[in-house]
């Protein structure tokens, strides 16, 4: 299963997902805001070095979102995030999803501090998500699991998506509704993961063709 066959079909499913568990509810989006200090770190959260983007966090995001930052893995990330999942994800995600909280968090500190929050800061977020947890896939080098990995990053960055389409891109917030899409999501992935996993393993049983001796 390729990543766009994935993605396709987890995205259906998270759609259907979405709409029985809640309707969502789109805002006009303000004016992209390029100045103020989250969209600064935003900025270079998803476009320049760990390093560079760590001196950009606002001097008191320490005392109003409780931690400091720190670089690791080449990316600037919350030291106490993880994956939000139903079902385990591949550790190969760790890294990637602690940056992610990091990024939400930043849009939990402008909400706080009283900073208009851009819709796009939560789609640039979330899209770097999906990369680095598609980046994280290539380093294993049998196609098998390579390709269960990459159906897991579909499927996680599906979900992702309709949560953030549920918050209209705004601040990261607990609902209600949410364990409901987390469960289509659980189930998603492990059928992903098993269709996966089973046309793997099928091409590794020798047919042999037409006319050839057995």
Same mark, same amino acid.
């Given at each position: ?8 079909v987890m995205c259906t499913a998270a759609a ?26 935003? +900025? @270079?959260?998803? $476009?320049?070095? /760990? &390093? ?6 606002? =001097?008191?995001?320490? %005392? #109003? ?54 819709p796009q800061w939560r ?10 947890? +598609? @980046?994280?896939? $290539?380093?294993? /080098? &049998? ?6 990995? =990459?159906?897991?990053? %579909? #499927? ?59």
């Amino acid at each position: 299963m390729n990543r766009n066959t994935s993605r396709a079909v987890m995205c259906t499913a998270a759609a259907i997902v979405a709409v029985t568990a809640t309707t969502g509810a789109a805002s006009t989006p303000p004016a992209a805001d390029f100045t103020s200090p989250v969209a600064v770190s935003v +900025h @270079a959260l998803v $476009t320049e070095s /760990a &390093d560079t983007a760590a001196l950009t966090i606002p =001097d008191d995001f320490g %005392s #109003v979102m409780g931690y400091r930052p720190r670089v690791q893995d080449d990316m600037a990330e919350n030291p106490h995030g993880d994956c939000s999942s139903p079902v385990p994800l591949p550790s190969d995600f760790d890294s990637a999803c602690r940056a992610h909280d990091l990024g939400y968090d930043l849009i939990r500190y402008a909400a706080a501090t009283g900073t208009t929050v851009d819709p796009q800061w939560r789609r640039s977020i979330d899209a770097q998500l999906e990369e680095r947890m +598609h @980046a994280a896939c $290539t380093d294993r /080098a &049998d196609d098998g699991p390579r390709q269960v990995c =990459d159906a897991a990053a %579909s #499927v996680a960055a599906a979900a992702v998506d309709v949560n953030s389409w549920r918050q209209s891109f705004g601040a990261p917030v607990a609902e209600p509704a949410l364990p409901f899409a987390s469960v289509g999501a659980g189930i998603a992935l492990i059928a992903l993961s098993a269709l996966s996993a089973g046309r793997y393993l099928r091409r590794r049983v020798s047919v042999p063709e037409i006319g050839e001796r057995a």
